[in-house]
């Protein structure tokens, strides 16, 4: 990977930059480097966390996940993929067939885990649902769940488009992409 074209914050961090920290990361962890990037603006680093939907919401940790892993996958966000699948798959009952399937299609046996991938490939594909998958996604998904997949397809091209262009180095330990 090239250099960052932002260097991710380093420590001693101003005192509202040290308090998004706190409120963004688990207690004990220090800051992942996209954080410390997006840091060069305490605002907007605020309103991400604001933002995130990372907290429970009305689709499950499972849910969640594949569609983040498959955005993220899907627009080459390697950084963000990997930070997901180090934090979460476990947490989210992922077996490896099915993180490797966020990635290159596949892996996935339950028909709702396969709606959400094409759910997502259809909005990066085409920019939205045509009305055939939209009848199939609200025959599975509440109103309620489907705009939280909607808003978390949305988030996540922001944030892949955020480390793509600012060449977020990959986290230690974090995965990379399956080839």
């Known amino acids: 990977m090239t250099e960052p074209r932002l260097a991710p914050l380093q420590p001693p961090y101003d005192e509202a930059v040290s308090a998004e920290f706190a409120r963004i990361m688990p207690p004990g962890v220090p800051p992942i480097a996209l954080f410390r990037q997006v840091a060069h603006n305490p605002r907007v680093l605020g309103r991400w966390r604001g933002g995130s939907l990372l907290d429970p919401g009305s689709i499950s940790l499972r849910q969640r996940e594949i569609v983040i892993l498959r955005v993220t996958a899907r627009?080459?966000?390697?950084?963000?993929?990997?930070?997901?699948?180090?934090?979460?798959?476990?947490?989210?009952?992922?077996?490896?067939?099915?993180?490797?399937?966020?990635?290159?299609?596949?892996g996935f046996a339950a028909d709702a885990d396969k709606l959400l991938l094409r759910i997502v490939d259809t909005l990066i594909d085409a920019k939205g649902l045509d009305d055939m998958l939209w009848e199939e996604a609200s025959a599975v998904f509440s109103p309620a769940q489907l705009v939280e997949i909607l808003s978390l397809v949305g988030f996540y091209h922001t944030v892949s488009f955020t480390v793509n262009t600012l060449r977020t180095p990959l986290e230690p330990g974090a995965p990379c992409f399956p080839q």
């Open 75 to 106: 627009l080459g966000a390697e950084y963000e993929w990997g930070v997901h699948v180090a934090f979460f798959a476990a947490k989210a009952g992922f077996t490896p067939a099915e993180i490797a399937g966020t990635r290159l299609g596949g």
